[in-house]
């Protein structure tokens, strides 16, 4: 009798045993199931958000004026331009006064090149290969510091129009100053060259590294906003 019952203890334990990992394993699927969805529909809604502009849309997008303008501004901010209009306007009668944005267009220059122009200042020989153009300088050549935002012509290759850019230009197209550093880099068909004076040992004034990168900066930003 003791070894029936003890038979029949263990085939209960048994069963029990049993129930359990069946549970376990249930528990298990379910839980697995509900990742795999979860990782599911998390791909369905990365599937459905829309892909930005590409790098070439933004640069087909983009304005050159609006970049030049952003680089002079960036340049006035550097130069401490707002400083000079605050004490320039304190001592003017009230009905004289000017704002600030008119002060800017009479000190910095933001201009289309003209088509098929036989000469740019700042090289010497006109670059060709481009189908449009801005220069930004200031008025006042103090400083040597002049720029130009290019589109690069259909069917032009970029990487040797900017070498024709570094090949051709000229630092010392002002007669009272150098530029010491000529930066020419591209954003796909947008070129973007500008030759300023870097501050280092031999010259005491003139722009910072972080400032010189602070203008190529600005000239990426104003593009990669064009789709805004």
Known sequence: MKKILALLIAAMMLLTLVACNNTNEETKDNANNDQN????????????????????????????????????NKYAEFAGMETTYNEYM???????????????????????????????????????????????????MGQAFIGYIFRVAEGTDVEAFKTSLKDTC?????????ANTTVCENYENIVYFSM?????????????????????????????????
């Not at 400032?211 to 805004?228: P, R």
């Open 37 to 72: 969805e979860s990782v599911n529909d998390s791909d369905k809604e990365q599937d459905n958000v829309p892909a930005g502009p590409s790098k070439a849309e933004l640069a087909a997008n983009a304005s050159l004026e609006e970049i030049a303008k952003a680089v002079m």
């Open 90 to 140: 304190a001592d003017m009668p009230e009905e004289e006064k000017i704002p600030y944005e008119e002060f800017l267009s009479y000190q910095l220059s933001v201009a289309p090149v003209e088509d098929g122009a036989e000469w740019l200042m700042g090289f010497s020989e006109a670059p060709t290969g481009y189908s449009e153009a801005y220069c930004y300088q200031p008025m006042m």
């Open 170 to 178: 000229d630092p010392r197209w002002n007669i009272c100053t150098i």
């Open 196 to 228: 300023m004076v870097v501050i280092d040992d031999e010259n005491p004034h003139g722009f910072t590294e972080e400032q010189k990168n602070d203008f190529y900066n600005t000239f990426v930003e104003v593009i990669e906003n064009s789709a805004e």
